[in-house]
């Protein structure tokens, strides 16, 4: 039976006794398949950047992008943003929201404007903290107290999943030959490229050409880099 759609964009849940039951029931419908992720914020912190690196992690991506940028300005967010629209996600529920700064929970709103995703902030509090009713200030968003509705409408049930089906084994990481890669290749190239360029295409002459990528091929590839890095240009791809 589907979820019913919330009346508005975001919602706050509150959790006056600090019930352990919402955080379990919460983490146990984080189903990426399914649309739905669940963030627990690393606690110690209030770096924004630290916290798009969370959401990557929950997303399933390494939360450090490859590459050199300056002091805090790592496209973290970029990142997650692009992952959250590339990807079937529809719902985020975030926990401990009571101790988001107000610049973290307008992340979050930007977030959740972008992408169009219902966002959920878990308040384990009896009231809205000054920094969270701060940055709710012009959202629309609705509040509630009632577990059942938070399980039912907003954090949603956990989801069986059949066993894997049984394979043989094989190696976890073998080598995946590339086409391309080809390209680095100068035996069978007239002149090599030694100074810092792009290589020319191969001029084959002493073995043939290599096999086209199969579709197969190219799935696995696919999924090794997405496993690799969380960089916003594969994000984009993949939409």
Known sequence: MPLTVPPSSVTVVLDPGDDAIHTHTALAAHHPPSGRITLHPGPGTT???????????????????PGRFPGGRQPAWQAATAWMAALPVTRLTVLRAHRL????????????????????????????PAALHQALR??????????EAARRHYYGTPVTEPPPADRPA????????????????????????????????????????????????AQRVAHRLHAATAHPRLAVMEQ
């Not at 977030?111 to 902030?121: E, V």
């Not at 012009?138 to 577990?147: H, I, M, R």
């Open 47 to 65: 770096s924004e950047t630290g916290l798009a690196h969370d959401l990557l992690a929950a997303l399933g991506k390494p939360p450090l992008l």
């Open 101 to 128: 700064t107000a610049r973290r929970t307008m992340r979050l709103l930007q977030l959740q404007a972008r992408t169009g995703i219902h966002l959920t902030l878990v308040c384990h509090r009896p009231h809205l």
């Open 138 to 147: 012009t959202a629309d968003y609705s509040v509630t107290a009632d577990f």
């Open 170 to 217: 094989g190696p976890a990481s073998r080598w995946l030959t590339l086409p391309a890669l080809d390209r680095l290749v100068s035996y069978d190239s007239p002149t090599a490229c030694t100074a810092p360029c792009t290589p020319p295409l191969i001029i084959w002459r002493h073995r043939p050409p290599p096999a086209a990528l199969t579709a197969h091929t």
